[in-house]
């Protein structure tokens, strides 16, 4: 299997070969493009010259649409009870993650969405009484109010029959690795909370457990 390194937090992801593709979708078949009419030449007229080939490898995807056809949903959602805590890697387009946080919503789960620019410290503003100072603007005084926990208030108002809270965190990719690594552990502290953290972006949507990008020891089984 072939690896490429993500240059957001030095992790490794795999990258899809022909053999995969065949595997996967076996009536799909590897097309090959002849450029017939164009040739490339080296040195001059008298040069050597070849034709360019260009190897275009095509899935079901690419026939149906891949905003419509998700084969993993099902994993997507037993990734999610198991670890608990994701960090995905969405294709730089956008729009293919509302496929997956729909399917978490229809499992009855209620979102707080937040961004990690302006985050502060996450664990202050996810589970303390937080400080928060309002801009002056040079005429007023300095004040500073102070706010509940963004976690425990929105569970606090979750309907009886809510599954949990998803804190749905965008441009992770800014956090440090000990912001992560408290992300990673929030559902142990909050039993009732699943975190999924954008730490990047790759050709097609896919996802890893948060406490193998943050560097903590994998969840050892029963």
């Known amino acids: 299997m072939a690896w490429s390194v993500c240059s957001y937090h030095g992790i490794l992801l795999p990258s899809s070969t022909p053999e995969q593709q065949r595997l996967i979708f076996p009536s799909m078949t590897t097309s090959t493009l002849n450029m017939s009419g164009k040739q490339t030449c080296i040195g001059g007229g008298g040069g050597h010259c070849r034709k360019t080939n260009v190897a275009c490898n095509v899935s079901l995807e690419d026939f149906i649409g891949g905003d419509l056809l998700k084969f993993d949903l099902g994993q997507w959602l037993s990734d999610v009870e198991e670890h608990k805590a994701l960090a995905i890697y969405s294709p730089h387009e956008g729009g293919y993650e509302g496929r997956y946080l729909n ?8 979102f707080l969405d937040l961004t990690a620019r302006g985050l502060g410290d996450p664990e202050t503003t996810l589970t303390k009484f937080h400080p928060v ?3 002056h603007v040079g005429k007023q005084p ?8 963004e976690v425990d208030y929105r569970l606090s108002l979750l309907p009886p029959n809510a599954k949990g809270l998803v804190v749905w965190i965008i441009e992770a990719k800014v956090l440090s690795k000990a912001e992560l690594q408290f992300l990673a552990l929030l559902p142990t502290l909050r ?12 050709r097609k949507f896919m996802w890893k457990p948060l406490k193998e990008i943050a560097g903590l020891p994998a969840q050892e089984g029963p």
């Open 103 to 110: 399917r978490l919503r229809y499992q009855g789960y209620y």
């Open 191 to 202: 039993p009732r909370v699943r975190v999924i953290a954008e730490c990047g972006n790759w």
């Open 133 to 135: 100072c309002p801009p």
């Open 142 to 149: 300095i004040a500073r109010w102070y706010f509940p926990p």
